[in-house]
């Protein structure tokens, strides 16, 4: 005969799917506990989440750990009717290691409303583990350092910008503000449905459907004003996919795709060997130990300043308006120092 205290078999859709989950299980078991009786409706309050989260919760308590919870029509409340403890969450070394340099990676992605929650979330996780592990943790996190790019914008109010842009894509709401375009110089009124958020080089940005376009466009957060959610609500497509929308792209701007090819001498070759630059890139050996990059991008803005960077070790070989684009920039640079330029 099975034990009440046996775990249930379980599929993953049955587990708590992040660390939020697990950590409301752990504060419904320790108010149980203290014979406060909590409700659903009450636990509900407390956590900020739905009634109906809170039943699932009970549920798993009950059949996932063998929780001796009962609910207690006098007291108008849930309880034990005999001791119990949860089991203990024991990490390895190298679990609690990878996730704590996760944390120390996320801490230093300043610029959205969570930072405290990740910090007061870590502090629980550190106070369930051995001691032997969180001293040699310590040592670990001190080895290891990361170097974020500072937020582009007003912290504050790129901060807030998010908050609502997350809530209006949980509302599937529509939300309108002024934006500015740099390539135009101009500030226009805007009516975006927003789908997804996306951090990239320092910058937030919001993938949406425009409705002045009539498009999904890509709207950077620093550049949007007075944005405010509206009562509108829209239906996410099911046909859209992130990965569809930026397949072309190098980082984050569009364009038409482009054949794109660069020459890097013996010196970097080994270098753009190492890495996959984009899903689309062709790879050739040279003979005299260079390398040939190719790939299809559209954007070229970002791929100019990434090439760019290489300076003398890397040579655009087509397209043409991308290498003369190049030439007119390093002409300027050159004149900036006071260095006349040779006609190419």
């Known amino acids: 005969m099975t034990s009440r205290r046996s775990f249930k078999s379980s599929s993953p859709d049955d587990l708590p799917t992040n660390l939020t ?50 609910y207690d029509p ?8 005999e001791q119990f403890s949860l089991p203990a969450m024991r990490l390895r070394e190298g679990e609690a290691v990878a996730l704590f340099l996760g944390q120390k990676f996320l801490m230093e992605c300043r610029g ?14 550190r106070m369930s583990l051995p001691r032997e592990v969180e001293v040699s943790l310590e040592r670990a996190i001190n080895a290891v350092s990361f170097h974020v790019d500072p937020l582009r914008g007003e912290e504050i109010e790129v901060a807030e910008t998010y908050r609502l842009l997350v809530s209006a894509i949980q509302q ?18 805007r009516k975006v449905d927003p789908y997804h958020l996306r951090f ?8 949406g459907f425009c409705h002045t376009r009539n498009e999904v ?9 007075n944005v405010s959610m509206t009562a509108h609500k829209f239906d996410y497509p099911e046909d859209f996919s992130l990965e569809d929308y930026l397949a072309s792209s190098w980082i984050i701007e569009r364009g038409e795709p482009t054949e794109v090819v660069i020459e890097f001498d013996a010196e970097e070759a080994k270098y753009v060997r190492g890495r996959k630059w984009h899903s689309s890139q062709r790879l050739e050996q040279l003979e005299d130990g260079s390398v040939r ?46 260095v006349g330029s040779e006609t190419h």
């Open 21 to 70: 989950g697990f950590w409301r299980l752990c504060e419904i078991h320790r108010l149980v506990s203290q014979g406060t009786y909590p409700n659903c409706n009450t636990l509900a309050a407390h956590f900020e989440v739905h009634r109906r989260t809170i039943e699932r919760d009970i549920e798993r308590l009950k059949y996932l750990f063998g929780a001796p919870i009962e």
């Open 74 to 81: 006098s007291h108008r409340g849930y309880h034990y009717t």
């Open 112 to 125: 959205t409303p969570f930072e405290e929650f990740i910090r007061q979330a870590m502090a629980k996780i």
């Open 172 to 189: 599937q709401r529509t939300v309108e503000m002024d934006y500015y375009s740099a390539g135009s110089d101009t500030v226009t009124r």
């Open 200 to 207: 990239v080089d320092g910058a937030w940005y919001c993938i």
């Open 217 to 225: 466009r890509t709207f950077a957060l620093d550049r949007m004003m």
């Open 293 to 338: 990059l190719s790939f299809f991008v559209g954007g070229m803005g970002e791929i100019m300043r990434w090439i760019m960077s290489f300076g003398r070790h890397a040579r655009v070989v087509k397209p043409k308006e991308l290498r003369d684009r190049i030439v007119r920039e390093l002409e300027l640079a050159l004149r900036s120092y006071g």
